[in-house]
Nanobody
Framework: QVRLVESGGGLVQAGGSLRLSCAAS????????MGWFRQPPGKEREFVAA????????YYADSVQDRFTISRDNAKNTVYLQMNRLKPEDTAVYYC???????????????????WGQGTQVTVSS
């Protein structure tokens, strides 16, 4: 069983930055990709960014391109989301996800991920 634990959320003013972390653990953790999703209040979960675990290829939603950066540390089984120039509309619960077999064409589809973290709240005040 794979366990994902997010950290780093909080309250920040618009224009500020936060860095989220997601640590993966399990007997044998291997993943094709890890992603970040978010769920704003009253809305559906949406794709934010993803990274290929072996390739390092990165994928971003248009709304966060050039503001957010996803990265991973294979040795620590950890993925990060550096969020800069935050906006009030970035307010959401942010979830980390992982899957062992997902393809690059599916990384933005939440239903394709098998493992999910518990989420961390990010609130951006105006």
């Amino acid at each position: 069983q794979v366990r994902l634990v997010e950290s780093g959320g909080g309250l920040v003013q618009a224009g500020g930055s936060l860095r989220l972390s997601c640590a993966a653990s399990g007997r044998t953790f291997s993943s094709a990709a890890m992603g970040w999703f978010r769920q704003p209040p009253g809305k559906e979960r949406e794709f934010v960014a993803a990274v290929g675990w072996r390739s390092g290829s990165t994928y971003y939603a248009d709304s966060v391109q050039d503001r957010f950066t996803i990265s991973r540390d294979n040795a620590k089984n950890t993925v990060y989301l550096q969020m800069n120039r935050l906006k009030p509309e970035d307010t959401a619960v942010y979830y980390c996800a992982a899957d062992k077999t997902i393809s690059r064409t599916e990384v933005a589809v939440p239903g394709r991920y098998e493992y999910w973290g518990q989420g961390t709240q990010v609130t951006v005040s105006s």
